[in-house]
């Protein structure tokens, strides 16, 4: 399905184990461009099973739309709508951010029919907690994981690699790669 018709926006997609920083890290630049940006509006789409932070987070701060992505099949991507749904949160909620938090196991065809669908300009990061970091050090990550590792513009293995990665500006976030 198409996305209905919206104006593009910048999107980070952010993945990675659980609790490895990716809602915490995402909260931060959203206070960071409100800060900036006064009356600035962002939506954010979850693909994490269960309540998060993120929610109440949405509830007590001014202009952040938050949506849930239903994740029916990780082995079809493209059974999650994201295109759809991310054109009509955008639309709805009149965003000129996008982040979009992604579980790790299904980001890669996620990503992948993000681009198939949307095409806007995004730029993937992909936050390691110290198990997956110790692996990719060893060589012995799993085949989705090396997928993931690879779309990613930037990996942080620490909190503190995180808090360097920040924000970029619209005009310099690239579009997806490839056909």
Same mark, same amino acid.
């Given at each position: !399905?198409?996305?209905?018709?919206? /104006? @593009?926006? #910048?999107?980070?997609? =952010?993945?990675?184990?659980?609790?490895?920083?990716?809602?915490?890290?995402? /909260?931060?630049?959203?206070?960071?461009?409100?800060?900036?940006? #006064?009356?600035?509006?962002? @939506?954010?789409?979850?693909?994490?099973?269960?309540?998060?932070? !993120?929610?109440?987070?949405?509830?007590?701060?001014?202009? =952040?739309?938050?949506?849930?992505?239903?994740?029916?099949? &990780?082995?079809?991507?493209?059974?999650?709508?994201?295109?759809?749904?991310?054109?009509?949160?955008?639309?709805?909620?009149?965003?000129?951010?996008? &982040?979009?938090?992604?579980?790790?196991?299904?980001?890669?065809?996620?990503?992948?029919? &993000? +681009?198939?669908?949307?095409?806007?300009?995004?730029?993937?990061?992909? &936050?390691?907690?110290?198990?997956?970091?110790?692996?990719?050090? +060893?060589?012995?990550?799993?085949?989705? /994981?090396?997928?993931?590792? +690879?779309?990613? /513009?930037?990996?942080?293995?620490?909190?503190?690699?995180? +808090?360097?990665?920040?924000?970029?500006?619209?005009?310099?976030?690239?579009?997806?790669?490839?056909?």
């Amino acid at each position: !399905m198409n996305a209905p018709a919206a /104006q @593009a926006v #910048p999107c980070t997609i =952010v993945s990675g184990p659980r609790g490895a920083g990716k809602t915490r890290w995402i /909260q931060r630049q959203i206070l960071g461009l409100g800060a900036r940006e #006064p009356g600035v509006r962002v @939506a954010v789409l979850l693909g994490e099973e269960g309540r998060t932070r !993120m929610e109440r987070f949405a509830r007590e701060t001014p202009g =952040v739309t938050v949506h849930r992505l239903l994740l029916p099949c &990780f082995c079809c991507p493209g059974l999650a709508e994201i295109g759809s749904a991310v054109g009509a949160l955008v639309a709805a909620s009149g965003a000129s951010r996008l &982040f979009i938090e992604l579980p790790a196991i299904g980001a890669p065809g996620l990503v992948a029919e &993000f +681009d198939r669908a949307i095409g806007w300009p995004r730029r993937v990061l992909v &936050f390691l907690d110290a198990s997956w970091a110790a692996w990719r050090r +060893d060589g012995r990550l799993l085949y989705y /994981q090396t997928v993931l590792l +690879d779309l990613a /513009q930037a990996v942080a293995e620490t909190p503190e690699e995180a +808090d360097r990665l920040g924000e970029i500006p619209p005009e310099s976030v690239p579009g997806p790669s490839g056909p």
